[in-house]
């Protein structure tokens, strides 16, 4: 069974940083890009960030760019997402997901809440 | 506001058909076949439900099927069932710098 297990989220304040994991098994993470999707209370989906299955490349929403960088440790089945200069409006539930080819997801984590607040 | 446009919201009576849209431009939508549809009950994650303009994953209904014509594809959710009262997002590739937007989102309602 594919599991997807965020952590790191909490509370920080503007300005600050914070790094997300995501704890992969059930699959050949080595297989699968990844990608990290936000959702802010009450709003819909946001594409934040992906890393293809070698950690060569990466992508980012322009929102993040250059706040946020994401990597991955194909040794431990494990995606990250550092996050810096955290803003009021980066308060969100971050997602992990797999990417299931064709740019879609196809398993999802249970999110992790980032909120940014003084 | 988000790249996708869809209506925020939608609805229908139990057993009837409901048809949710998402439109884009001919950068993402309208250039490629990689559009996805995802279902969000509350407090939980989205679903994977439509990938691929209108394939299904494994255990997905056949209840749900997509499409897609010009810069706007849709979601066809027939046999309305309680159980598929729900957020929907579409998603679409939009090139190699955006990658994937996604839609506002649509809120079904069944009756």
């Known amino acids: 069974e594919v599991q997807l297990v965020e952590s790191g989220g909490g509370l920080v304040q503007p300005g600050g940083s914070l790094r997300l994991s995501c704890t992969a098994s059930g699959f050949i993470f080595t297989d699968h890009a990844m990608h990290w999707v936000r959702q802010a209370p009450g709003k819909g989906l946001e594409y934040v960030s992906g890393i293809n299955s070698n950690g060569g490349r990466t992508y980012y929403a322009t929102s993040v760019k250059g706040r946020f960088t994401i990597s991955r440790d194909n040794s431990k089945n494990t995606l990250y997402l550092q996050m810096g200069s955290l803003r009021a409006e980066d308060m969100a539930v971050y997602y992990c997901?797999?990417?299931?080819?064709?740019?879609?997801?196809?398993?999802w984590g249970q999110g992790t809440l980032v909120t940014v607040s003084s | 506001q988000s790249a996708l446009t869809q209506p925020p919201s939608a609805s229908g009576s139990p057993g009837q058909s409901v048809t949710i849209s998402c439109t884009g431009t001919s950068s993402d939508v309208g250039g490629y076949e990689y559009v996805s549809w995802y279902q969000q009950h509350p407090g939980k994650a989205p679903k994977l439900m439509i990938y691929?303009?209108?394939k299904r994953p494994s255990g997905v209904p056949d209840r749900f099927s997509g499409s897609k014509s010009g810069n706007t594809a849709s979601l066809t959710v027939s046999g309305l069932q309680a159980e598929d009262e729900a957020d929907y997002y579409c998603s679409s590739y939009a090139g190699s710098n955006n990658l994937v937007v996604f839609g506002g989102g649509t809120k079904l309602t069944v009756l």
């Open positions: 997901a797999r990417d299931g080819g064709s740019y879609c997801f196809d398993h």
């Open positions: 691929e303009v209108s």
